[in-house]
């Protein structure tokens, strides 16, 4: 199985500071089928982008993605208050593994 | 409008039997695949498995195979997760998802239900 590790773990930052998470594939993620999804407390999982940097319908364009074989980023341009939540990666390029999460937290 | 709706919070006790819902509504049910995706404290997600709503075709994460058991009703447009001998490991918030592409398996989880919290004691 692919295992994606996701760093930091956690970032704490201000509202309106740039977001940077990672996201490191174990082996290549064909065609780079690597979707990201936001999880805020309390509320249902959203998927953000799919294709490694196609946004989802609704998401706003201070989400963007990118990355190919076995690394992918998610940028936050400047953060919302609700972008305050953990951030998944998930590969299904070979089944489905999720990362591990990164927690963006205020600083 | 796509929405998945699951069944409410469980409190179980070790050994017992659970079989929690994800009702769906707002597409052709038969062509999408639903998986459940379980989510325990301060962890990451973890994908258990997945059922093609048309044919029952059903995939496991072999870190779930046996454990649980995953089936669709498709009159009823519902899936289901099944276990039939709780652990307190199994303590954690347990969601449906529907994968966004018609058929094809694996992609993308494009809805996903409320989540339903399973607590279970020893």
């Known amino acids: 199985d692919i295992v994606l590790t996701q760093s930091p773990g956690t970032l704490s930052l201000s509202p309106g500071e740039r977001a940077t998470l990672s996201c490191r594939a174990s082996e290549g993620v064909r065609n780079n089928y690597l979707a990201w999804y936001q999880l805020r407390r309390g509320q249902t999982p959203r998927l953000l982008v799919y294709g490694a940097s196609n946004r989802a319908a609704g998401v706003p364009d201070r989400f963007s993605a990118s990355g190919s074989g076995t690394y992918f980023t998610l940028t936050i341009s400047r953060l919302e208050p609700e972008d305050f939540a953990v951030y998944f990666c998930q590969q299904y390029g070979s089944s489905i593994t999720f990362g591990g999460g990164a927690t963006v937290e205020i600083k | 409008e796509v929405q998945l709706v699951q069944s409410g919070a469980e409190v179980k006790k070790s050994g017992e039997s659970l079989k929690i819902s994800c009702k769906a509504s707002?597409?052709?049910?038969?062509?999408?695949?639903i998986g459940w995706v379980r989510h325990m404290p301060g962890k990451g997600l973890e994908w258990m498995g997945i059922i093609y709503s048309g044919d029952s075709d059903t995939k496991y994460n072999p870190s779930f195979r046996g454990h649980v058991t995953i089936s669709v009703d498709k009159s009823l447009e519902t899936a289901y997760l099944q276990w039939n001998g709780l652990k307190a490991s199994d303590t954690a918030m347990y969601y449906c998802a529907r994968l966004a592409e018609p058929q094809w398996f694996p992609n993308w989880f494009d809805s996903w239900g409320q989540g339903t919290q399973v607590s279970v004691s020893s």
């Open positions: 707002g597409y052709n049910f038969p062509n999408y695949w």
